[in-house]
C-alpha cells in the first residue's frame, strides 16, 4: 500500500537544517508536510544527513501525536474529545462517525478518502460538541448532524434511510 | 518602517501614530479568531462590500481583532467610538449596520445582546453583563487592535514598559518589582515569577535561555491561544523584559501546532518587532540583545511540563526528567534556562508600567491581579474571561456566565483540567485564588473552566479524566505509567456496573501513591479528578455499585432509552435515525424501541422534538 516516493523532494529541507541543534522534530513537520506522512525510505534519508540514527527518529515519530507512518486520507476528520465537547456529548459524535466510516480512531478508510482522528481540544468549546473536517469547523453537532456532514465530502456513499 | 535606534525614538513614533489617529474616525472591530467557526469571514467580507458600496471607503476602519471573548454569542462585532456591540451577525446582517450605525450613528436594536431575563437590548460592549463584571489587564488589547499591526500596538503603549526598564531599571530592580507585585506563574503551578527570575539570574554561566511555554493543552483550555491570537506583542514584551532580567539572550516560543492562526501571528509579530529594532541586535540602541525563535509543538500534553518541553526543544522525546537540578540551574543544553507561560509574560508589561504597587493592590493578600478563564460546558456564556483574584466561583458561573441553559440545575466546576479537581455546588462561594482552590482539592490551573450540570456524571468524568492522563502519560515512570492505567481500570469497572465497594478503597490507596511516587505534574495531579469526585460525590459512585444505577443518566451499560407512547407523535424522525433499525412504528402513531436492538447510541434521544425519548 505504501506508493513509492521521490526522496530527494526533502533535499532542501536537510540543507536549511545542517548543523542545526534540536533540528529533529521541525524536519520531520517539514518532511510529512510534502508527503502528508513519513514514509520510510525518507526517515532514512533524514537519518543519514543530520546523523541521526533511525531509532531515535522512531521514538520521536512515535512519541508525537503529530507524526504518521501511514499515508493519511483526503481528509482528515478531526472530532474533539475535549472536556466541554465530553459534557455535551462528544462521544456519541465519534460513535456516529465510527459506523459511518467504518474505522476506528487513527485510521484511514480503505478507499483513502477519510482518515478518522481524535483530539483532546481545538479550543471552540462554544461550539461543542465540535469536529474540523480539513480547515471547517462543525459544531453543535449531535450524531446524525455529524454523519450529514461527512457525507457532503463523499457524495458516492449511499444513505441507509429506511 | 525604519529601525528606531533610541527610546526617544520610540516614543516619536508612538506620538506620530497617535497624531494620525482620528478618535472619532469609525472602526469596526471583528473577531477573526475564534468567530472565524462560525463565518466571521463572510461578515468581514459583507463589511467591505457594503462600505465601498456606499461610498465609505478610507472613512471606515475595518478591523480584524482577537478574541472579544464572548464566543458564544459569535461572531461578534463591535463599533467605535459608538461602542456598539453586536452578536450573532451573519452576512445578511451588515448592510443595515453600515446603514444605520456607520451612516446614521444609532445601534440595529435586533442585532444588540438581550439582557435576560428582562429580554431588553443592551446596546454598549462596555453594559453587557458577560463584559461589566471583568476586569481586563492581560486581555486589554484583545479585541481591541489589529494584532498583525505592531502600530496599534504601540498606539495603546506598547513598547513602552521595555523601555522604561532600558532607560531606569537594572536587571536587579526589574526582578524586584516583578516580586513585590506578587505574580505567580500562569501556568497552573502559582511559583513566584520574580523569584522564579532571581534563581535564573543568580545561576552560573554568561549563556541563559529564556523560553516561553505556549503548548497550552489542557483540554477545554484556550486563553494562551487568545493572546498569542490578539495581542502577540505584549508576549513579546514580556519576554524581553525577563530576558534583560535574567540576562538571556536568546528565546523560544514553545507553541502548539494545533493553533495555527497564533503561530501566524507570533511569526509575524517577531519579524515586525525585529525590522523596527525591538528584537534582535542591541535594542532601542542599548547593549541589550534578544533573539526569539518560534517553535511548532508536535502533540504530546506532557511537554507543558517544563523539563519534557525542554527535551522537546533539544529535538527528542518530550520525557519530564527529575529535578533538581531545575532549569534555572541546568535547561536547554544544559544552560540556566527560565520558563513561565503566555499568560504570565503577558502580566508583566502592566506591572513594570503601572508599577508593582498597582498590581498588587488587586486580587487577594496572596494570589494578586488576575486571571483569565476559559468558560465552557454547560453554561450560557462560553468563552473567554478575565476576573480579578478573589471572585467567588458563583460570580464567574452566574454573573459573568450567565448561570446554566435549559433551567438545569449546576452540580460541579472543573478547574485545572485533567490536574484539577471538581468543585460541588455547596463551595460556589470559593473565592477563586491559588491556595483556596488548593484546599478544595483543585488547582487554579491555566485556566480551563468547564461547567457541568444534573445530567453530567461525575463517575464517567473522573474516567474521562484518567484517560486523557493515562493516554498521555509519557511512560517514564511506573507510577504514572501503571498507575493511572489501575485507576481506569476501576473506574470502568463501575461505570459498567460492575464495581464492589472495595474498588472504592483501592482507588483511595492508588491515589496518593500515584500523587507522591510520579516524576512529574502529570502524575502527581493526575488522581485530582478522582479524588474530589470521591469526596464531593460519593454517592454517585454508590449508586453505580450497589444499586447498578447511574444517577445522571449517561453510563451505558446503566441506562436504556424508552419511548414515552403520551408523548411521541410518531413523527418518525427517530426510527429513520436509529443506525440499529431498532425503532418501529406507523406514522402518526406511537413508536416502539426493541431493547435486544439498542445499542444506546443516544441518536433518537438527540432527534426527537418532543421529549418523547426517556433515559432510565
Not at chain 2, 469571514?41 to 459583507?46: H, S, T
Not at chain 2, 461610498?55 to 482577537?66: F, M, P, Y
Not at chain 2, 515569577?193 to 477545554?220: H, M, Q, S, V
Request: glycine share 10%.
Amino acid at each position: 500500500m505504501t506508493p513509492s516516493i521521490d526522496v530527494s523532494r526533502i533535499d532542501p529541507i536537510l540543507q536549511k537544517y545542517t548543523n542545526q541543534a534540536g533540528a529533529l522534530i521541525p524536519v520531520l513537520q517539514e518532511v510529512q508536510a510534502v508527503y502528508g506522512y513519513l514514509p520510510e525510505d525518507a526517515l532514512k534519508r533524514v537519518g543519514q544527513t543530520l546523523h541521526v540514527p533511525m531509532s531515535r527518529i522512531y521514538g520521536v515519530v512515535t512519541f508525537y501525536a503529530q507524526f504518521y507512518l501511514t499515508p493519511r486520507g483526503q481528509h482528515t476528520i478531526k472530532c474533539c474529545q475535549g472536556t466541554a465537547c465530553h459534557v455535551r456529548g462528544g462521544k456519541g459524535v465519534l460513535e456516529a462517525l465510527e459506523r459511518e466510516l467504518k474505522v476506528a480512531p487513527g485510521q484511514t478508510t480503505d478507499d483513502l478518502k477519510f482518515s478518522l482522528e481524535t483530539v483532546a481540544c481545538v479550543g471552540t468549546c462554544f461550539l461543542a460538541p465540535v469536529m474540523m473536517i480539513g480547515e471547517d469547523y462543525y459544531g453543535k453537532l449531535t450524531p446524525n448532524t455529524a454523519v450529514k456532514a461527512v457525507r457532503k465530502y463523499s457524495p458516492k456513499a449511499k444513505s441507509e434511510e429506511a | 518602517m525604519e529601525r528606531l535606534s533610541s527610546i526617544d525614538e520610540l516614543k516619536g513614533l508612538q506620538q506620530e501614530i497617535l497624531g494620525a489617529t482620528d478618535p472619532n474616525r469609525p472602526r469596526v472591530r471583528i473577531c477573526m479568531t475564534g468567530c472565524r467557526a462560525f463565518g466571521a469571514v463572510e461578515v468581514r467580507d459583507a463589511f467591505r462590500k457594503s462600505v465601498s458600496e456606499k461610498g465609505l471607503t478610507g472613512k471606515v476602519d475595518i478591523v480584524e481583532t482577537g478574541c472579544h471573548g464572548f464566543c458564544a454569542r459569535a461572531p461578534v462585532v463591535a463599533i467605535d467610538p459608538h461602542g456598539f456591540f453586536y452578536q450573532q451577525l451573519s452576512a445578511r446582517d451588515v448592510p443595515r449596520i453600515v446603514e444605520e450605525t456607520l451612516i446614521n450613528g444609532k445601534p440595529v436594536e435586533d442585532l444588540l445582546y438581550k439582557d435576560s431575563p428582562t429580554a431588553q437590548p443592551v446596546s454598549h460592549e462596555k453594559e453587557v453583563p458577560f463584559y461589566r463584571e471583568q476586569m481586563k489587564i492581560v486581555l486589554r488589547n484583545c479585541g481591541q487592535i489589529d494584532p498583525t499591526s505592531i502600530e496599534e500596538y504601540i498606539a495603546r503603549d506598547g513598547y513602552v514598559a521595555i523601555a522604561k526598564v532600558l532607560s531606569s531599571m537594572s536587571p536587579d530592580a526589574v526582578i524586584e518589582e516583578v516580586v513585590r507585585s506578587g505574580l505567580r506563574g500562569r501556568g497552573g503551578a502559582g511559583f513566584s515569577t520574580g523569584t522564579k527570575w532571581k534563581f535564573a539570574r543568580n545561576a552560573k554561566g554568561t549563556t541563559k535561555y529564556l523560553i516561553c511555554n505556549a503548548d497550552e493543552g489542557d483540554p477545554g483550555a484556550f486563553m494562551d491561544r487568545a493572546v498569542l491570537e490578539g495581542d502577540p506583542h505584549t508576549v513579546l514584551e514580556g519576554m524581553l523584559i525577563a530576558a534583560y532580567a535574567i540576562g538571556a539572550r536568546e528565546g523560544y516560543i514553545y507553541v502548539r501546532a494545533e493553533y495555527p492562526i497564533a503561530v501566524t501571528h507570533v511569526k509575524k509579530a517577531v519579524a515586525d518587532a525585529t525590522a523596527l529594532g525591538l528584537l534582535g541586535e542591541k535594542i532601542l540602541g542599548t547593549d541589550f540583545s534578544l533573539n526569539i525563535k518560534i517553535k511548532e509543538g508536535a502533540g504530546a500534553f506532557v511537554c507543558g511540563e517544563e523539563t519534557a518541553l525542554i527535551a522537546s526543544i533539544e529535538g527528542r522525546r518530550g520525557m519530564p526528567r527529575p529535578r533538581p537540578p531545575f532549569p534555572a540551574v541546568s535547561g536547554l543544553w544544559g544552560k540556566p534556562t527560565n520558563i513561565n507561560n503566555v499568560e504570565t509574560f503577558a502580566n508583566v508589561p502592566p506591572i513594570i508600567h503601572r508599577g508593582a504597587d498597582w498590581y498588587a493592590s488587586l486580587g487577594t493578600e496572596k494570589s494578586k491581579g488576575t486571571k483569565i478563564f476559559a468558560l465552557a460546558g454547560k453554561i450560557n456564556n462560553t468563552g473567554l474571561v478575565e476576573v480579578p483574584m478573589g471572585i467567588t466561583l458563583e460570580r464567574i458561573i452566574f454573573d459573568v456566565g450567565g448561570g446554566i441553559p435549559g433551567g438545569k440545575k449546576f452540580k460541579a466546576a472543573q478547574t485545572g483540567g485533567p490536574s484539577g479537581g471538581c468543585i460541588p455546588a455547596s463551595l460556589l462561594n470559593l473565592p477563586i485564588d491559588y491556595d483556596s482552590l488548593t484546599a478544595a482539592g483543585a488547582i487554579m490551573g491555566s485556566g480551563g473552566l468547564i461547567i457541568m450540570d444534573e445530567n453530567t456524571c461525575m463517575v464517567d468524568l473522573a474516567k474521562f479524566f484518567l484517560s486523557f492522563t493515562r493516554e498521555e502519560s509519557c511512560g517514564k515512570c511506573v507510577p504514572c505509567r501503571m498507575g493511572t492505567k489501575r485507576m481506569l481500570e476501576i473506574l470502568q469497572r463501575i461505570t459498567e456496573g460492575k464495581g464492589v465497594l472495595e474498588d472504592l478503597d483501592a482507588l483511595k490507596e492508588l491515589a496518593p501513591m500515584i500523587k507522591d511516587a510520579s516524576l512529574c505534574g502529570l502524575g502527581q495531579t493526575a488522581p485530582n479528578p478522582v479524588l474530589t469526585t470521591l469526596n464531593y460525590f460519593y454517592d454517585e459512585y454508590r449508586a453505580h455499585i450497589e444499586e447498578k444505577r447511574c444517577p445522571a443518566g449517561v453510563c451505558k451499560a446503566l441506562i436504556r432509552y424508552e419511548i414515552d407512547p403520551k408523548t411521541c407523535t410518531g413523527c418518525s424522525l427517530c426510527r429513520k435515525a436509529c443506525p440499529q433499525a431498532a425503532i418501529t412504528g406507523k406514522a402518526k402513531e406511537p413508536h416502539a424501541l426493541n431493547q435486544s436492538l439498542c445499542i444506546k447510541c443516544g441518536i433518537c434521544y438527540s432527534e426527537c422534538k418532543f421529549d418523547a425519548i426517556q433515559i432510565h
